[in-house]
């Protein structure tokens, strides 16, 4: 009956999780879980320089605990840790370019919403609701 697991996917959103009858109570419970007591929630602090580069230490030591030591030693050309997390942190200030996050999360924003209605792919909104309403 399905090919693949995106049809499989978009198939149980449509059926459970798009049905009317259940989308109010669901909604009302994505809002409480969100927003305890009816309001969003404080802002968080933004990071200090010293705990920004200690995050950025730590995330850089679990990409590099995630590669077998012979292919992190090949691709970086050495053996010294030292020397590949600072290689792998300079890769890292990518992502602390806002525009470049802001195209990241729209693509993967995109990728999802086609994957769920794949026609979106061929056509826009307006020419699906042109097409449908008439």
Do not use: W
């Not at 009317?20 to 669901?26: E, H, M, V």
């Not at 300079?90 to 990241?104: A, I, R, T």
């Amino acid at each position: 009956m399905f090919d693949s697991p995106h049809r499989l996917l978009a198939h149980n959103i449509r059926s459970t999780a798009l049905n009317p009858a259940l989308l109010p109570p669901a909604l009302r419970s994505l809002r409480s879980a969100l927003f305890p007591h009816n309001a969003p929630a404080p802002p968080r602090a933004v990071p200090t320089q010293a705990q920004t580069r200690d995050i950025k230490r730590q995330c850089a030591r679990a990409l590099l605990a995630a590669m077998p030591q012979a292919v992190s030693s090949r691709f970086f050309g050495t053996g010294d840790e030292d020397v590949m997390l600072e290689e792998v942190e300079e890769m890292l200030d990518v992502f602390g370019d806002v525009y470049l996050n802001k195209h990241l999360v729209f693509g993967i924003v995109e990728l999802v919403v086609v994957r769920l209605f794949p026609e979106l792919a061929v056509k826009g909104v307006a020419e699906l609701m042109e097409e449908r309403l008439g």
